[in-house]
T-cell receptor, first 112, second 111 residues
Framework: GNSVTQMEGPVTLSEEAFLTINCTYT??????LFWYVQYPGEGLQLLLKATKADDKGSNKGFEATYRKETTSFHLEKGSVQVSDSAVYFCALTAQGAQKLVFGQGTRLTINP | DTAVSQTPKYLVTQMGNDKSIKCEQN?????MYWYKQDSKKFLKIMFSYNNKELIINETVPNRFSPKSPDKAHLNLHINSLELGDSAVYFC??????????FGPGTRLTVL
C-alpha cells in the first residue's frame, strides 16, 4: 500500500541554522506530494506541494523537490526562525485517489 | 472569512455518551473529509464525501456516522463514546483530486 516515512523527531536547531527534514514515500504511479505544518494548538496548514517528478514546491523560505528516482520529498530551509517551531507532516495522495496518506510528523523546535 | 470551520473546538464528555462535531466550508469545494489525529500526532483518514455521497470509509467502527446535508457541510456523529475515541478530529475540504484544506480541529476527550 501507499505509505510515507519521515525522519524521527524531535529536531532541535538554533535560529538561522539550515533545516532538512527527510521524507520518503511508497506509492504506485505518480502521487502528488505535500508538506503540511501544524503550529502549536492549531490545525494543519498546507506549506507546499509538488504534483509531478522534478517539480519544486516552495513557500515561506521552505523548499522541497519531488524526486521520483529516490522516492523522496525532503523539506529544506536555509535559515530557520523561532517562529518555524511546529510539527511538519509529509503526505501524499496516490494517483486517482482522494485521501491523504501522512507520515508520522516531525516536531521541530528552534531555539533563539 | 474562515475557510473550513469546526464546532466545537473542545469537547469533553463521559464514556457511553453520544456527541456530534460539525464542519462547514465556504470554499465551494465538492469534497469533504474527516481525519483523526491520535495522541502521537499520527493522522489517518476516516471518511470522505463528494457532493453528499460517501466515497471513502476507512474501516471506522460503525459507532461513527458521518452526515452531509449539503456539499458545504459534513458532520460527524459518534455513538457510545469510548476512551479510545479521545483524539483531535480534523475536517478538510477540496475540489475532487485537488489540494485539501483543513479546519482548526476538535479536541475530543472521553472520560
Amino acid at each position: 500500500g501507499n505509505s510515507v516515512t519521515q525522519m524521527e523527531g524531535p529536531v532541535t536547531l538554533s535560529e538561522e541554522a539550515f533545516l532538512t527534514i527527510n521524507c520518503t514515500y511508497t506509492a504506485t504511479g505518480y502521487p502528488s506530494l505535500f508538506w503540511y505544518v501544524q503550529y502549536p494548538g492549531e490545525g494543519l496548514q498546507l506549506l507546499l506541494k509538488a504534483t509531478k517528478a522534478d517539480d519544486k514546491g516552495s513557500n515561506k523560505g521552505f523548499e522541497a523537490t519531488y524526486r521520483k528516482e529516490t522516492t523522496s520529498f525532503h523539506l529544506e530551509k536555509g535559515s530557520v526562525q523561532v517562529s518555524d517551531s511546529a510539527v511538519y507532516f509529509c503526505a501524499l495522495t496516490a494517483q486517482g485517489a482522494q485521501k491523504l496518506v501522512f507520515g508520522q510528523g516531525t516536531r521541530l523546535t528552534i531555539n533563539p | 472569512d474562515t475557510a473550513v470551520s469546526q464546532t466545537p473546538k473542545y469537547l469533553v464528555t463521559q464514556m457511553g455518551n453520544d456527541k456530534s462535531i460539525k464542519c462547514e466550508q465556504n470554499l465551494g469545494h465538492d469534497t469533504m473529509y474527516w481525519y483523526k489525529q491520535d495522541s502521537k500526532k499520527f493522522l489517518k483518514i476516516m471518511f470522505s464525501y463528494n457532493n453528499k455521497e460517501l466515497i471513502i470509509n476507512e474501516t471506522v467502527p460503525n459507532r461513527f456516522s458521518p452526515k452531509s446535508p449539503d456539499k458545504a457541510h459534513l458532520n460527524l456523529h459518534i455513538n457510545s463514546l469510548e476512551l479510545g475515541d479521545s483524539a483531535v478530529y480534523f475536517c478538510a475540504s477540496s475540489d475532487l483530486g485537488d489540494t485539501q484544506y483543513f479546519g482548526p480541529g476538535t479536541r475530543l476527550t472521553v472520560l
